[in-house]
Nanobody, 123 residues
Framework: QVQLVESGGGLVQAGGSLRLSCAAS????????MGWFRQAPGKEREFVAA???????YCAESVKGRFTISRDNAKNTVYLQMNSLKPEDTAVYYC?????????????????WGQGTQVTVSS
């Protein structure tokens, strides 16, 4: 059974940092693209960042320069380093995995999802 488990969320003041982790189990995702999405109350789930199997990364414009996605294939884990956090970054953050190697911004291209971790940024 494939599982993606996020951790590292919490409450932080504006300008602070958090590092999210997503540990995969049940199969290896070293040859697959992984991504992070977020969903704020009353809003649709939106793309945050993605990484291909080779390590090519892409971030949404709203987080570019502040967030960094990375992966450790030996640990079957993907990370999201979030710096200079803003109140508008408050959301539930979800880890996702594709069945393909290339990254995508489209949430419907992802086949596996974690349960999410809450990130709250206070002003």
């Amino acid at each position: 059974q494939v599982q993606l488990v996020e951790s590292g969320g919490g409450l932080v003041q504006a300008g602070g940092s958090l590092r999210l982790s997503c540990a995969a189990s049940g199969r290896t995702f070293s040859g697959n693209a992984m991504g992070w999405f977020r969903q704020a109350p009353g809003k649709e789930r939106e793309f945050v960042a993605a990484i291909s199997w080779r390590g090519t990364t892409y971030c949404a414009e709203s987080v570019k320069g502040r967030f960094t996605i990375s992966r450790d294939n030996a640990k079957n884990t993907v990370y999201l380093q979030m710096n200079s956090l803003k109140p508008e970054d408050t959301a539930v953050y979800y880890c996702a995995a594709r069945s393909w190697s290339g990254w995508s911004m489209n949430r419907f291209d992802y086949d596996y999802w974690g349960q999410g971790t809450q990130v709250t940024v206070s002003s």
